[in-house]
């Protein structure tokens, strides 16, 4: 009952974000419709299809989570960190966040949509964490081959976390946001997903200007 818990308020977190995406787009479709401009409607129709496929994928991801038989397999962790970067694009140019990265091509062993998940949490944590700074909004993210490990940094400078906090963000149900807007489980999540499923570690530190996360997934099977 605690993992059900846990999976389904992750789901309402993670859908926040595309609800309120999907909501403009059809504002915007209401306006294509008065205007009578059907190229605009069409572009509309397929950004609201897009929406509603992440946020079906997103339930997917997190049941197969909890599936002990779910499918694994080699995936280039480029191409999922790419693909977390096309899901949450207008969410990081709405917020004027630019993200800088420098990713090598490795092949990992694990569910793809599962990493492309992690990646868009720490996307949106980043986000509202540059929420009322008035400071030019980076996140960096690279990731390079360590001997037997794949490496995935993940940094911003949004003014990191307070230091007698900064040991409880894994806990489940702890967050430093308001309680509207943060349920704790996303990097809880996102730490099982790494741990139980990729065989990875993460770790979180504050940087000079914000947090630098890592994470560390072998390469063998």
Not at 93 to 112: R, Y
Not at 171 to 192: A, D, V
Request: neutral net charge.
């Amino acid at each position: 009952m605690a993992s059900l818990g846990q999976m389904l308020a992750n789901i309402a977190h993670q859908w926040r974000q595309p609800l309120t995406e999907l909501t403009l787009t059809l504002f915007n479709v209401k306006k294509a419709l008065k205007k009578e401009n059907t190229q605009e409607i069409d572009a509309y129709y397929k950004e609201s299809l897009e929406i509603i496929n992440n946020m079906s994928k997103t339930i997917d991801d997190f049941s197969n989570f909890f599936n002990p038989n779910k499918d694994k397999e080699e995936f280039c962790l480029k191409s999922s960190i790419e693909e977390a970067l096309v899901i949450t694009k207008k969410m990081l140019e709405k917020n004027d966040i630019k993200v800088k990265t420098h990713l090598e091509k490795i092949d990992i062993f694990g569910v793809s949509n599962e990493l492309s998940q992690i990646i868009i949490n720490l996307l949106q944590n980043s986000t509202d964490a540059f929420k009322d700074k008035e400071t030019k909004k980076k996140i960096a993210i690279k990731s390079f081959l360590d001997e037997n490990y794949a490496i995935i940094e993940f940094k911003d400078n949004a003014g990191g976390i307070e230091e007698k906090t900064l040991d409880k963000v894994f806990e489940p149900y702890f967050t430093t946001k308001h309680q509207s807007n943060g349920t704790g489980l996303g990097l809880f999540m996102s730490k099982m997903i790494i741990e139980k499923s990729l065989n990875g570690k993460i770790a979180l530190e504050n940087c000079c200007d914000g947090i630098i996360i890592t994470i560390k997934l072998p390469l063998e099977k």
